[in-house]
């Protein structure tokens, strides 16, 4: 057994565009198993709209336009901006999993980590979490509810990568090639997103990459090392 | 610099044509440094309005504790309910609280660096108006220091920003910039609450000796024992001397910190290289300006037109044209490398702003910051009259308000992204809070201006002493002992 704060898995995730068809199942599958709060038409308006992945609509030529698609979640930056800004160490990298954290205890909402990504894929909660009544049933037990004034974002599915590790070590056996899968990935009708170890090369996203011209990460020119690779063919219009 | 170096050569009377007594006359209501009078009647020109509480004092105060109340309540209720009462939104997380934090500790840096710099440099127009800029600076500091805490989603747990020892070992991040701001502005709250207060000492003793009521005994306080022994003066000299340089070292740094809060980002229209010396330009312009309307109010209202005069609106004209042409500079720097660059996502922020729904607060603070200063500030005309100063320096707050406005909502607005491309609306809790703050430091003025002496007298008296009229042939000349 390696050391325990060394990273073992390089988790990557693969976003096939031209595979992509915006219908949002993803969005849906996250809100449930994250515990992302539903806001309400009002604060949507207001631009408070709360998603940890979400699906940018761009339309391309001119009308009658196509509507081309990008699924934008946490990048997962090896480099990540939004962490050096933030004063209390709330937006921090673990070794262990290579990803990027956000503490949810520890924040104060300051917000500069959001000023600071790039993507803006980071969340605040401007009021408290609401659950309208049958909802508070379906609550994930793994996962906290957080609390207003604080920033939240995607995980990566902690909570899965953690059971899945510890089901594994608990059988004694190394972690299988795409025994980890997040919510979204699971959830995605058309497999438009893959999820593994990239250091695996058995996995499927170490397939999916292996010598792909297709591959590219968003924004790469700002050196973040995005741990998300997009699969973009000739037709799919979405510029960088 | 005396004024007939400003005067054109054919107006300047000659002096054959006057007599000794006409030219010492003229000199005496030109200088306040050569109209020297007893040493009672200056104690009471100052002492008198600090004692007398006018019909409007009670009204003011009423109206302006109102307003200071409201941004406490509205702050409590921002705690309660959290920042959604704000107008803030996914994109543009930072807005007018920030705005206002850059924009007061601007003006809050820029009176004790305007006081420290004077005297070093030994300018005689400072010497009555340094403690209004002095105080100046105190109350901004500690209203603009109020606006990154409303500003926190958590305010309650403000103390995790500072290095305290606790059980879990957690320290802040010192790689963030808002670290290095929090450093810089507790240090220069220290300073100039300090540097403030060395000044006053003097001033103290000379009210605990000539008051009487609570006024004495709270005076007796502030002076601290002070008797005007020779080794106190010395002393006093000394502290000065340290503390003025230490502000004119710190004043620059710490602006430049608070400008690192933006500049250290990879953002679009923030990520600039300028901005620290560009930040530190805005803060003295806006410091200049406020000088000058606290001045001016105070010359109004309590009659002290011996105290505060044409010279001395004259001198900080100048330093405010100087000042706006630094801005302008450096302004126009911060302009012309993005545009010439033409990166997509910075020519979109310049044209956010000059076309696109920040055009009319970039054009406003264009023509309050560049324009109308430039037209105006290069004729002695203006620069001596008191409305028309007023009037710029209202102005000028105005536009470099909306300059710390545009730079941080309307450029925030403005990401890598189109999907991400924002726009921020004011809702009534930052109004609420940025008019309870201008309230505030009002309000300050206006109790403070009953409790301690106002004009820095004992520099007055001092300078009065120094400077003496001297004849040389058939004129009179100004000359200082040194």
Redesign the interface.
């Known amino acids: 057994m390696a050391d325990a704060t060394q990273a073992e898995h390089k988790w990557t995730m693969v976003v096939d565009l031209d595979k992509c068809t915006g219908c949002q199942a993803c969005v849906v599958a996250c809100h449930a198993e994250n515990n992302v709060p539903i806001r309400n038409k009002s604060e949507v308006q207001a631009n408070r709209a709360q998603h940890w992945i979400r699906i940018e609509r761009y339309w391309v030529g001119d009308p009658p336009a196509r509507a081309r698609f990008l699924p934008m979640l946490c990048q997962h930056c090896n480099r990540a901006p939004c962490e050096p800004v933030c004063p209390v160490y709330a937006s921090v990298h673990s070794q262990r999993e290579h990803l990027n954290l956000q503490v949810y205890n520890r924040c104060v909402g300051t917000r500069y980590c959001n000023n600071n990504c790039p993507y803006v894929v980071r969340y605040f909660n401007f009021y408290d979490p609401y659950f309208p009544a049958p909802l508070t049933e379906q609550l994930n037990p793994d996962v906290t509810v957080r609390t207003a004034g604080i920033m939240e974002k995607c995980t990566f599915c902690i909570q899965r990568i953690n059971r899945a590790e510890q089901q594994a070590r608990s059988e004694g056996r190394d972690l299988g090639p795409d025994e980890v899968i997040p919510a979204c990935v699971q959830t995605c009708p058309p497999s438009a997103l893959l999820f593994g170890d990239l250091w695996n090369p058995e996995s499927r996203v170490a397939k999916a990459l292996a010598d792909n011209p297709r591959a590219l990460r968003v924004l790469e020119h700002l050196g973040t090392e995005p741990a998300i690779y997009y699969l973009k063919g000739g037709k799919s219009y979405v510029r960088f | 610099m005396s004024d007939s170096d400003i005067r054109a050569p054919q107006q300047r009377p000659s002096l054959g044509e006057m007599g000794l007594d006409q030219q010492a006359q003229l000199e005496r209501e030109r200088h306040l440094l050569v109209d020297a009078r007893p040493g009672r009647e200056l104690n009471a020109m100052v002492l008198e309005p600090m004692m007398r509480i006018g019909r409007a004092f009670w009204p003011a105060v009423g109206v302006l504790g109102f307003l200071v109340l409201t941004w406490w309540v509205t702050w409590g209720f921002q705690m309660w ?4 009462i704000t ?5 543009v ?2 807005s007018l609280y920030i705005a206002n934090y850059v924009y007061l500790i601007g003006i809050a840096e820029a009176g004790t660096f305007i006081a420290a710099a004077l005297r070093l440099l030994d300018i005689d127009w400072r010497r009555p108006i340094s403690r209004i800029a002095e105080l100046l600076t105190v109350f901004c500091i500690f209203a603009s220091a109020l606006f990154p805490l409303a ?4 305010t309650w ?2 103390y ?2 500072l290095p305290y020892p606790n059980e879990r070992q ?4 010192f ?5 290095w701001d ?1 450093t810089a502005t507790l240090s220069y709250l220290a300073t100039s609450t300090l540097f403030f207060y060395i000044d006053l000492i003097p001033d103290a003793a000379l009210a605990r000796d000539h008051v009487h009521g609570w006024r004495r005994t709270l005076n007796s306080w502030l002076a601290l024992g002070w008797r005007g022994t020779e080794r106190q003066w010395r002393l006093l000299k000394v502290a000065q001397l340290i503390f003025s340089i230490g502000i004119l070292l710190i004043m620059p740094s710490v602006h430049t910190v608070v400008s690192y ?1 933006f500049a ?4 679009p229209g ?1 990520h600039s290289t300028v901005f620290g010396p560009y930040f530190v330009a805005g803060a003295i312009y806006s410091g200049v300006a406020a000088i000058i309307i606290a001045a001016i109010l105070f010359q109004r209202l309590n009659h002290w037109s011996y105290f505060i005069r044409d010279e001395h609106l004259n001198g900080l004209g100048i330093f405010l044209l100087l000042t706006s042409l630094v801005w302008d500079y450096f302004f126009f720097q911060d302009f012309i490398v993005p545009w010439y660059g033409q990166v997509p996502t910075e020519k979109q922020v310049l044209l956010t702003m000059m076309a696109g729904h920040g055009q009319l607060a970039f054009w406003l603070m264009i023509t309050a910051n560049a324009i109308i200063p430039f037209f105006t500030l290069w004729w002695r005309r203006v620069r001596t009259s008191w409305p028309a100063m007023l009037a710029i320096s209202i102005l000028i707050q105005l536009g470099l308000l909306l300059e710390r406005y545009i730079i941080v909502t309307i450029d ?1 607005g403005v ?6 491309w ?2 921020y609306q004011p809702r009534a809790a930052e109004l609420i809070m940025s008019t309870g703050a201008v309230a505030f430091i009002v309000l300050g003025f206006v109790v403070f201006s009953k409790l301690i002496p106002f004009v820095v007298l004992y520099e007055v008296k001092e300078g009065q002493f120094l400077v003496q009229l001297k004849r040389i042939g058939k004129g009179l000349i100004r000359s200082k002992m040194e």
Do not use: C, Y
Not at chain 2, 87 to 91: C, I, P, S, T
Not at chain 2, 264 to 267: A, V
Not at chain 2, 415 to 420: H, M, Q, S, T
């Open positions: 309910w959290n920042v959604g107008g803030l939104n996914r994109v997380m930072w500003h926190l989603g958590r747990k403000f995790w920003l957690l320290w802040p991040n790689h963030s910039a808002l670290i929090l809060d250290m980002t990879i953002q923030w925030l990401r890598e992204l189109p999907f991400n924002g726009l």
